[in-house]
């Protein structure tokens, strides 16, 4: 089945950076699309970012463009989120999350990784 393991989160001071990673499993990701979302506390879960595999096209929540960057390495079946000029509220559980190119719904989630940025 498909598995989805991130990895890279932790403690950073603002404008500091980390590169989180999304190591995909269980199935050929060529024709899905790869998402990043994140949840910080007693906020609801909102979407960061999203790469089509086939293509690399990529998509961006405005909170985050021009500082995130999402890139997929094809051999490794693995996405990364690399975050640049971490501000404290970008402070959340990050997930990866994956689905069909032509669905609307994320279908499989990572258990996610904590992010914490201190002033």
């Known amino acids: 089945q498909v598995q989805l393991v991130e990895s890279g989160g932790g403690l950073v001071q603002a404008g500091g950076s980390l590169r989180l990673s999304c190591a995909a499993s269980?199935?050929?990701?060529?024709?899905?699309?790869m998402g990043w979302f994140r949840q910080a506390p007693g906020k609801e879960r909102e979407f960061v970012a999203t790469i089509i595999w086939s293509s690399g096209n990529t998509y961006y929540a405005g909170s985050v463009k021009g500082r995130f960057t999402i890139s997929r390495d094809n051999a490794k079946n693995t996405v990364y989120l690399q975050m640049n000029s971490l501000k404290p509220e970008d402070t959340a559980v990050y997930y990866c999350?994956?689905?069909?190119?032509?669905?609307?719904?994320?279908?499989?989630w990572g258990q996610g990784t904590q992010v914490t940025v201190s002033s």
């Open positions: 999350a994956t689905k069909p190119v032509d669905t609307t719904r994320y279908l499989y």
């Open positions: 269980g199935r050929s990701f060529s024709t899905y699309v």
